[in-house]
């Protein structure tokens, strides 16, 4: 057997409250493409760190070429040939293109326009489309990923790591980047790519990586395997999954929520959401399928109340609420589960039962003679950590000191409840472990079923299949279509995600 | 009129050099709250360095020490500490005071009249300085104030034009990107904690030995925290940064001018005092956005 | 959780000692035996009952200043100008005072002095609140350079029309009898003040952590953006918060002018801010913790005075006791965070190796 090109022996981790790599063995091809496979906190991204140089090992080794390698810093990384693209890119947004690639690349008093015209050759010649005078800020995040890839390739580098690529594309962009790794591995160089979707692994590795709770289960070929058996390492047991079939036909026809032709203009540019109109029912789940960035955040704002339309109207069981505010709203029975729960749905630093407060602070209902009726509300947080499993010593624990699904599940029993009529859920899964995630979606069809009107907002593609019972797909701030969940395919989504129009696309696509 | 002009290019020198340090400082992301405490520093080892001495250069030169000795104790705690920087800063800078007054007192004991030196003299260039209206005002200037006529385009070409300045502004902007660069972020925070702590420390001389040729313990009276400011509403840019100096120098020059007149009713000296205060509020209020560097303020950490 | 409190005590305790073993050593420097003055010190502040009840009239202030602070830091604001608020209701206390001594009964005036005092001290802070609820400007850069206006006022109030009638120094008349603050132990100058700055501290308390306006206030301090996508409105707790923290600056004023000056003189307590920026910071913003750690720089006030007095040593030694006391206070942040995640690491390897 020809001696690999990077080999991990025996790598382990600890953090301060957690064992993030037990003894973790692997090694890597010339003109291979490894996946690295796990749920949400299985140790992936760690392990990568560890090679990129950004953490150190606290036992093991690295080799290269056979020989043993110290990587003590990305510096040395980048030496060695290694170049690691984050999930959350390590750009400059207030830079240009030109500016980012060459940070760190670069020595001396800096000629803008030759490294321009430097980077706009290695971009064509890779064909991508670069203005290398463009503002990060500016780019979307398909392209920014591009940047991150030009400037590994900008250094020369022959093992790339990417962590989960494809989260940010549309179906047709995440076919065109594993194009791009087929062309880069062909031509001698390595890929690892650390992902938890098991389709993306099965068209584009070679070999599998297994990892769960910080540990190596398996290292297969991927000819020599299929998804079950990838699925049942990843998570060590049978799950029975939520499908299409357990639920009941939608019931009740009448309509909850009205958005009528909603237009939301920011100061300059492109409006975020232009001339939408959506009907949710009682009893139904309407999902929005669509690439992040397309509207999706400000459409859960339009409804939960953060922002007010430009043009147009919310109207709730037929009452014109569009000019009422968030605290207004809530009160009205509208819950929000945002994306992102440590900016926008939880405070970190307050207690679990304090956080359940957050939203009914002004209630009469937990006041006692002016003061907090603590007692009522730490019964009332005992009785939700109950009811949705929580792992949490007490009422009292900080938020902080959660798990991210114990912290989302807090965040959904508190929701659930204030959303009487309505609730929003937007990437409610996302980054979770698959436990948490069939909890989540149960109890997600738990308020269907109990006739709540659910707008579901996931770039999961399976999630919005499994749940929805209708679909609308959102494109840089339009509805290209709302359909029964029946009449769509992923190829057809996908080329609704990506811009085409209903007529465009025909029904035998794909 | 030109001795105003002349007085507001001179007043704003020692503004310009702390608001240049912070600029490149808060680039980086360290705010650096000391700077009342460096400059207090600055005027206090200028003074000491200065009289002990009779050579102004010395005097200038242990200022700088000084204030690096000042900086590298903020820049410990906050950049390797990760300590909170306002909370830091304001600590610093109360332990400077006490520091300056109690060690004026050890070297000097309490002198009957007060201790002098011969501050800086203004220093024509020739040829230049003869040009009619700018020459006198801009060419008749302390040894300082050339320096900062070099130091001021100089910063601006470092900050946009070189590698060193890439890395300066992507450090407040993204950290991570630099880490991931192959930078130490740390380092590069330090160094410019450090330089703002040479430069305030010179800006602190100069009220000292460069312009008033004594030593109090009120004499820095919050110039050091107008720097700060000037850095702020000049958004982050040494061009900015030249331009609230000239406006606060210029309301300095008219308060030192109308106190020197005597107290009318209308116009009070109090108001003159509390002039460059005053515009700080309306400029902060009145600007519209600014370029505040991403992570201002945010301590960097790696592992959690 | 037996750990962490130890942790914070011990290291708290031992920041305290440094920092005045600290300025200790610097005596050194005057050729002072620092064990020398430090025993006199401690004898002649705890043998004198005058000296000891000293220590309390010094808190007063210093708690009304370092809750200023410390309440809008609870809502991640910075209120840098808690001396400014201090000086405008120092004048306030002064001119209603003189205004009103001879007309209305004493405890009137005081009563009514000290509404306007709270009144004055929170619009003149309400107005830093307002400018970041509505320009988003800094609050650190507006409050700031409000003290130095504010100082302006009070020096252009003691020049012109607070001027006392002998318009020898900017300075007023003495308030009359009438209008002190009563004395609650005779023999010394603690005034009742001290239990009213006490009470506040309580108060505040009671306000931050069993309301559900304090809740708000907590809320938005610790995630403005979350706070906001609830419901909270963040804008209108940023002009209350400064309000509230510049009425209680404000009171300061009304305590030393009405209770322990009996006048208004120019430059005087020119550092309660700034201790009680320090204090907030010992006391990690707790409005108890503020009780005691106010009570210890009033003690370390009171005996840099002394030994101020003790011929050679100059009583910048306080603001020496302070500074150190306060730096090694942030060491100790660190070394307890440090002692936190060594412990936590600890148990994981144990945990580990079973």
């Not at chain 1, 979307?140 to 390739?153: C, D, R, S």
């Not at chain 2, 904690?193 to 000292?208: D, I, P, Q, R, T």
Request: hydrophobic residues 50%; glycine residues 10%; proline residues 3%.
């Amino acid at each position: 057997m020809e001696t690999a090109f990077f080999e991990l022996r025996g790598i382990s981790k600890y953090f301060a409250k957690v064992i993030a790599n037990k003894d973790v063995s692997f090694s890597i091809q010339r003109g291979e493409v490894l996946a690295l496979l796990g749920e949400n906190g299985a140790g992936k991204s760690t392990i990568m760190k560890i090679l990129y140089g950004l953490y150190k090992a606290d036992e093991g080794k690295l080799l290269k070429d056979g020989k043993e390698i110290k990587i003590d810093s990305p510096k040395e990384a980048m030496e060695l040939g290694i170049s690691m693209i984050q999930q959350h890119f390590s750009l400059v947004p207030a830079h240009t293109v030109t500016e980012n690639i060459i940070l760190g690349n670069v020595q001396g008093i800096i000629d803008h326009k030759l490294f321009g015209e430097e980077i706009k050759r290695l971009a064509e010649l890779y064909g991508f489309e670069l203005n290398p005078n463009d503002y990060i800020r500016d780019l979307a995040v398909g392209v920014q990923q591009k940047v991150e890839i030009l400037k590994a390739l900008y250094q020369k580098t022959n093992l790339l790591i990417m962590d989960e690529p494809t989260a940010v594309l549309t179906p047709q962009e995440a076919e065109n980047l594993m194009g791009f790794v087929r062309d880069f591995t062909a031509q001698g160089n390595a890929v690892i790519f650390i992902t938890h979707k098991l389709k993306e692994v099965m068209s584009v590795a070679d070999r599998i990586i297994v990892m769960r709770a910080g540990r190596v289960y398996g290292d297969i070929k991927r000819a020599e395997t299929n998804e079950l058996e990838l699925s049942k390492l990843m998570i060590g047991r049978d799950l029975k999954w939520v499908t299409k079939d357990d639920r009941q036909e939608s019931l009740d026809q009448e309509v909850c929520l009205e958005i009528q032709q909603v237009t939301v203009q920011e100061k300059t540019g492109v409006p975020a959401l232009k001339d939408i109109s959506l009907t949710l029912h009682k009893g139904e789940i309407l999902g929005i399928a669509g690439v992040s960035g397309n509207g999706q955040q400000e459409l859960c704002e339009i409804v939960c109340g953060a922002i007010l339309p430009t043009k147009g109207r919310v109207l709730l069981d037929g009452e014109d609420i569009t000019e009422r505010k968030i605290r207004a709203r809530i009160d009205l029975g509208i819950g929000y589960v945002p994306a992102d729960r440590s900016s926008d749905g939880m405070i970190m630093d307050m207690s679990i039962a304090e956080n359940m407060l957050l939203k009914s602070s002004y209630d009469k209902k937990w006041q006692k003679r002016g003061f907090i009726d603590k007692q009522k509300l730490n019964q009332y947080t005992l009785q939700e950590i109950q009811e949705y499993s929580i792992k949490a010593p007490s009422p009292e624990t900080l938020a902080r000191g959660l798990s991210g699904g114990n912290q989302q599940k807090v965040v959904l029993a508190r929701e659930v409840d204030n959303g009487e009529k309505v609730i929003v859920f937007d990437q409610p899964t996302r980054g979770l472990d698959l436990g948490a995630v069939n909890h989540i979606h149960q109890v997600i069809l738990k308020e269907r079923a109990k006739g709540k009107s659910v707008l579901l907002v996931s770039t999961e593609l399976a999630e919005i299949f499994a749940l929805s019972d209708r679909i609308a797909v959102l494109y840089k701030g339009e509805i290209q279509g709302v359909f029964n969940s029946a009449e769509l395919t992923t190829e057809k989504i996908g080329l609704l995600m990506a811009g085409f129009r209903e007529g465009e696309v025909s029904n035998d696509a794909g | 009129m030109i001795n105003l002009l002349s007085a507001t290019i001179m007043m704003g020198t020692p503004l310009l050099f702390g608001a240049l340090a912070e600029v490149i400082a808060e680039r980086t992301g360290m705010m650096v709250t000391a700077i009342e405490g460096i400059f207090l520093m600055g005027a206090w080892a200028g003074f000491v360095g200065g009289y002990l001495s009779g050579s102004l250069m010395v005097g200038f030169l242990s200022a700088m020490l000084a204030g690096l000795l000042v900086a590298s104790l903020y820049g410990w705690i906050c950049i390797y500490l990760k300590q909170h920087q306002v909370v830091t800063g304001v600590a610093i800078n109360l332990l400077i005071v006490g520091l300056c007054s109690f060690l004026y007192r050890v070297i000097f004991g309490v002198p009957i009249t007060p201790l002098t030196v011969n501050p800086l003299t203004t220093i024509p260039i020739p040829l230049l300085s003869e040009i009619p209206l700018l020459g006198p005002i801009l060419f008749n200037q302390t040894i300082l104030t050339y320096i900062i006529y070099v130091l001021a385009p100089l910063s601006y070409f470092m900050l946009y034009k070189t590698s060193i300045g890439l890395t300066i502004r992507s450090a407040g902007e993204n950290p991570e990107a630099v880490d991931v660069a192959g930078i130490n972020v740390l380092k590069v925070r330090f160094l410019t904690v450090l330089l703002a702590g040479v430069m305030g420390g010179v800006a602190g001389a100069f009220y000292s030995i460069g312009f008033l040729g004594m030593f109090t313990t009120n004499i820095i009276g919050g110039r050091g925290w107008i720097a700060f400011a000037i850095c702020f509403l000049g958004n982050w840019n040494p061009k900015g940064a030249v331009i609230g100096t000239l406006a606060f120098g210029f309301a300095e020059a008219i308060a030192i001018y109308m106190q020197s007149i005597g107290n009318s009713a209308l116009f009070p000296n109090e108001l003159f005092i509390a002039l460059p205060y005053i515009m700080t509020i309306v400029l902060t209020v009145s600007r519209k956005s600014f370029s505040v560097p991403a992570k201002l303020g945010v301590p960097y950490l790696k592992e959690n | 959780m037996q750990a962490k409190l130890r942790d914070l005590l011990i290291t708290n305790i031992l920041a305290i000692v440094l920092g005045i073993a600290a300025s200790g050593l610097m005596l050194l420097f005057l050729g002072k035996n620092p064990l020398n003055a430090y025993s006199v010190l401690i004898t002649s502040v705890v043998r004198d009952g005058y000296t000891f009840a000293d220590i309390f009239v010094k808190a007063t202030p210093l708690m009304f200043t370092a809750l200023a602070f410390a309440f809008t830091y609870k809502a991640n604001l910075y209120n840098i100008g808690a001396q400014g608020q201090f000086y405008i209701g120092a004048v306030i206390a002064a001119a209603g005072s003189l205004l009103l001594q001879n007309i209305l009964p004493g405890w009137l005036v005081l009563i009514i002095t000290l509404l306007l005092t709270i009144v004055g001290g929170g619009l003149w802070g309400a107005f830093v609140g307002f400018v970041k609820a509505r320009y988003n400007s800094n609050e650190f850069l507006v409050s700031m350079m409000s003290t130095y206006v504010a100082l302006a006022i009070m020096n252009y109030s003691l020049r012109t029309f607070l001027m006392e009638t002998k318009a020898e120094y900017p300075q007023t008349d003495a308030l009359a009898a009438s209008v002190w603050l009563p004395r609650i132990i005779p023999g010394t100058r603690l005034h009742i003040g001290f239990v009213l700055a006490v009470l506040a501290c309580v108060g505040v308390w009671i306000l931050l952590y069993k309301t559900t306006l304090g809740y708000r206030i907590r809320a938005v301090g610790y995630n403005a953006g979350a706070a906001e996508m609830s419901g909270i409105n963040a804008k209108k707790l940023y002009i209350l918060a400064f309000f509230i923290s510049g009425a209680l600056a404000g009171v300061a004023g009304f305590t030393e002018v009405n209770g322990v000056q009996h006048m208004l003189v120019q430059g005087f307590n020119p550092d309660l801010g700034a201790a009680g920026i320090g204090i907030a910071i010992l006391a990690n913003g707790n409005p108890i913790g503020i009780i005691f750690a106010a009570i210890l720089f009033g003690a370390l006030k009171v005996g840099g005075t002394i030994m101020g007095q003790m011929s050679g040593i100059p009583s910048s030694i306080i603001e020496l006791m302070q500074g150190f006391v306060m730096v090694f206070v942030i060491l100790s942040y660190f070394v307890r965070t440090w002692l936190e995640n060594n412990r936590e690491k600890r148990k994981l390897q144990r945990a580990v190796a079973k």
